[in-house]
């Protein structure tokens, strides 16, 4: 019954910017930690950022005052905004909810987006 839809993903220059949108349907978001994992090509899936169910967010070393996620609690959506993308960004970019007891481990996952960082 839980659904997460993800959406943004697009094909930008080095240094621009774009906002992935995740909408979910099924809980009231706003009660539950988030996060966005990405995947590259040939490499592990990454924690890229979360957020609490209040305002408290983490990020990777790799995108620490690049990205910036929030959420929009009376659309319950979360967002990543990204700026300053780097070719190194390139991935499948997925949004996580993490309802189970134990916060450290998502489960639920959107579909993934492709986000192309290319000159």
């Known amino acids: 019954q839980v659904q997460l839809v993800e959406s943004g993903g697009d094909l930008v220059q080095p240094g621009g910017s774009l906002r992935l949108s995740c909408v979910a349907s099924?809980?009231?978001?706003?009660?539950?930690?988030a996060g966005w994992y990405r995947q590259a090509p040939g490499k592990e899936r990454e924690l890229v950022a979360t957020?609490?169910?209040?305002?408290?967010?983490t990020y990777a070393d790799s995108v620490k005052g690049r990205f910036t996620i929030f959420r929009v609690n009376a659309k319950n959506t979360v967002y990543l905004q990204m700026s300053s993308l780097k070719p190194a960004d390139t991935a499948v970019y997925y949004c996580?909810?993490?309802?189970?007891?134990?916060?450290?481990?998502?489960?639920?996952w959107g579909q993934g987006t492709q986000v192309t960082v290319s000159s």
């Open positions: 099924g809980i009231n978001f706003s009660n539950y930690r």
């Open positions: 996580t909810a993490y309802v189970g007891v134990d916060t450290s481990t998502p489960n639920y």
């Open positions: 957020i609490s169910s209040g305002i408290v967010t």
